[in-house]
Protein backbone atom coordinates (compact mmCIF):
# COMPACT_ATOMS: atom_id res chain seq x y z
CA UNK A 1 0.00 0.00 0.00
CA UNK A 2 2.92 2.32 0.51
CA UNK A 3 3.63 1.88 -2.60
CA UNK A 4 0.60 2.98 -4.01
CA UNK A 5 0.69 5.98 -1.99
CA UNK A 6 4.35 6.41 -3.63
CA UNK A 7 3.16 6.03 -7.27
CA UNK A 8 0.34 8.50 -6.68
CA UNK A 9 2.80 11.23 -5.15
CA UNK A 10 4.76 10.89 -7.99
CA UNK A 11 2.38 11.29 -10.48
CA UNK A 12 0.85 14.20 -8.69
CA UNK A 13 4.32 15.97 -8.64
CA UNK A 14 4.71 14.91 -12.29
CA UNK A 15 1.64 16.65 -13.20
CA UNK A 16 2.33 19.84 -11.16
CA UNK A 17 5.66 19.80 -13.02
CA UNK A 18 4.15 20.03 -16.23
CA UNK A 19 2.14 22.50 -15.32
CA UNK A 20 4.65 24.82 -13.92
CA UNK A 21 6.72 23.66 -17.02
CA UNK A 22 4.40 24.55 -19.94
CA UNK A 23 3.45 27.75 -18.19
CA UNK A 24 7.04 29.13 -17.66
CA UNK A 25 7.64 28.12 -21.41
CA UNK A 26 4.82 29.64 -22.57
CA UNK A 27 5.54 33.45 -20.67
CA UNK A 28 9.02 33.07 -22.08
CA UNK A 29 8.40 32.12 -25.08
CA UNK A 30 9.06 34.88 -27.97
CA UNK A 31 5.34 35.05 -29.31
CA UNK A 32 3.25 38.10 -29.14
CA UNK A 33 0.64 38.63 -26.22
CA UNK A 34 -2.51 37.62 -28.27
CA UNK A 35 -0.75 33.82 -29.41
CA UNK A 36 0.67 33.46 -25.64
CA UNK A 37 -2.69 34.16 -23.90
CA UNK A 38 -3.90 31.64 -26.54
CA UNK A 39 -1.62 28.72 -26.06
CA UNK A 40 -2.39 29.14 -22.17
CA UNK A 41 -6.12 28.62 -22.56
CA UNK A 42 -5.74 25.84 -24.86
CA UNK A 43 -2.99 24.06 -22.29
CA UNK A 44 -5.74 24.97 -19.29
CA UNK A 45 -8.28 23.18 -20.98
CA UNK A 46 -6.02 20.23 -21.22
CA UNK A 47 -4.88 20.32 -17.82
CA UNK A 48 -8.77 20.79 -17.21
CA UNK A 49 -9.24 17.72 -18.79
CA UNK A 50 -6.41 15.93 -17.37
CA UNK A 51 -6.67 17.05 -13.69
CA UNK A 52 -10.71 15.58 -14.48
CA UNK A 53 -9.46 11.93 -15.61
CA UNK A 54 -6.79 12.23 -12.36
CA UNK A 55 -9.30 12.65 -10.78
CA UNK A 56 -11.66 9.91 -11.66
CA UNK A 57 -8.88 7.76 -11.56
CA UNK A 58 -8.07 8.59 -7.80
CA UNK A 59 -11.91 7.82 -6.95
CA UNK A 60 -11.98 4.49 -8.22
CA UNK A 61 -8.62 3.77 -7.02
CA UNK A 62 -10.19 5.03 -3.59
CA UNK A 63 -12.82 2.96 -4.03
CA UNK A 64 -10.94 -0.03 -4.49
CA UNK A 65 -8.93 0.33 -1.51
CA UNK A 66 -12.78 1.23 0.55
CA UNK A 67 -14.02 -2.49 -0.94
CA UNK A 68 -10.59 -4.00 -0.01
CA UNK A 69 -10.81 -2.65 3.42
CA UNK A 70 -14.62 -3.73 4.25
CA UNK A 71 -13.18 -7.13 2.54
CA UNK A 72 -10.55 -7.73 5.11
CA UNK A 73 -12.76 -6.23 8.11
CA UNK A 74 -15.24 -8.96 7.12
CA UNK A 75 -13.13 -11.60 6.81
CA UNK A 76 -11.26 -10.35 10.51
CA UNK A 77 -15.01 -10.58 11.81
CA UNK A 78 -15.51 -13.82 10.50
CA UNK A 79 -12.52 -14.96 12.28
CA UNK A 80 -12.99 -13.39 15.43
CA UNK A 81 -16.36 -15.17 15.62
CA UNK A 82 -15.10 -18.68 14.77
CA UNK A 83 -12.57 -18.17 17.82
CA UNK A 84 -14.90 -16.66 19.59
CA UNK A 85 -17.20 -20.06 19.24
CA UNK A 86 -14.19 -22.39 19.86
CA UNK A 87 -13.22 -20.78 22.82
CA UNK A 88 -17.18 -20.84 23.93
CA UNK A 89 -16.65 -24.66 23.28
CA UNK A 90 -13.84 -25.08 25.26
CA UNK A 91 -15.12 -23.35 28.43
CA UNK A 92 -18.42 -25.18 28.20
CA UNK A 93 -16.26 -28.46 28.29
CA UNK A 94 -13.82 -27.22 30.63
CA UNK A 95 -17.43 -26.01 33.15
CA UNK A 96 -18.95 -29.46 32.07
CA UNK A 97 -15.80 -31.35 33.06
CA UNK A 98 -15.04 -29.61 36.75
CA UNK A 99 -18.48 -30.72 37.39
CA UNK A 100 -18.10 -34.07 36.88
CA UNK A 101 -15.26 -33.67 38.88
CA UNK A 102 -16.77 -32.15 41.61
CA UNK A 103 -19.34 -34.43 41.56
CA UNK A 104 -16.89 -37.60 41.56
CA UNK A 105 -15.11 -35.94 44.60
CA UNK A 106 -18.45 -35.27 46.31
CA UNK A 107 -19.52 -38.92 45.92
CA UNK A 108 -16.25 -40.55 47.19
CA UNK A 109 -15.95 -38.09 50.98
CA UNK A 110 -19.75 -38.99 51.50
CA UNK A 111 -18.94 -42.51 50.53
CA UNK A 112 -16.00 -42.27 53.02
CA UNK A 113 -18.01 -40.41 55.53
CA UNK A 114 -20.65 -43.08 55.89
CA UNK A 115 -17.46 -45.37 55.96
CA UNK A 116 -16.93 -44.08 59.36
CA UNK A 117 -20.64 -43.39 60.20
CA UNK A 118 -20.63 -47.13 59.75
CA UNK A 119 -17.09 -47.90 61.36
CA UNK A 120 -18.52 -45.82 64.37
CA UNK A 121 -21.64 -47.32 64.88
CA UNK A 122 -21.36 -50.88 65.63
CA UNK A 123 -18.86 -50.17 68.39
CA UNK A 124 -21.49 -47.34 70.37
Known amino acids: ??????????LTG??????VG???ALLFAPKSGEETRELIRERGI???GRAAELTEESRRH?????????KRAEEAEARGRLVLEEQ???LQTALEEGKE???KKRDEL?????EEKAKRAPSA
Do not use: H, I, N, Y
Request: proline letters at 0%; glycine letters at 4%.
Open 1 to 10: MADDSRGWEF
Open 14 to 19: FLLGTV
Open 22 to 24: AAV
Open 46 to 48: ELK
Open 62 to 70: AEELAAEAR
Open 88 to 90: RTR
Open 101 to 103: AAQ
Open 110 to 114: MARLE
